[in-house]
């Protein structure tokens, strides 16, 4: 069974750091991109970040930031741990929202893409002093 199971969201003061965790089961997540959205309150969900795939080629793709985030969030991979973290740092209220991992399942995917199909259940992530 293909799963993304996330953890790590909290209550945090503004400037502190939190680190997000998106763990894959039933299947091998290196192999695909991992897109980062978070949804606040009354907003439209936005993608804040993406990691390519780290196969072959794919790996030199890198990785996508939205300018909201840029310079302070940072999307990496643990492929022994089948997991990819979402660190965040110098954060700000307006980050406050819950946070959704996903992945495409396309063998080799890279980063920009919006097409993302296998979700995590969403962690809470809220900033305030």
């Known amino acids: 069974q293909v799963q993304l199971v996330q953890s790590g969201g909290g209550l945090v003061q503004p400037g502190g750091s939190l680190r997000l965790f998106c763990v894959a089961s039933?299947?091998?997540?290196?192999?695909?991109?991992v897109g980062w959205f978070r949804q606040a309150p009354g907003k439209e969900r936005e993608e804040v970040a993406c990691?390519?795939?780290?196969?072959?080629?794919?790996?030199?793709?890198?990785?996508y930031y939205a300018d909201s985030v840029k310079g302070r969030f940072t999307a990496s991979r643990d492929n022994a741990k089948n997991t990819v973290y979402l660190q965040m740092n110098s954060l700000k209220p307006e980050d406050t929202a819950i946070y959704y991992c996903?992945?495409?399942?396309?063998?080799?995917?890279?980063?920009?893409?919006?097409?993302?199909?296998?979700w995590g259940q969403g962690t809470q992530v809220t900033v305030s002093s």
């Open positions: 039933g299947f091998t997540l290196d192999y695909y991109a």
């Open positions: 990691i390519s795939s780290s196969v072959g080629g794919s790996y030199y793709a890198g990785s």
């Open positions: 996903a992945t495409d399942l396309r063998y080799g995917s890279t980063c920009p893409r919006t097409d993302f199909g296998s």
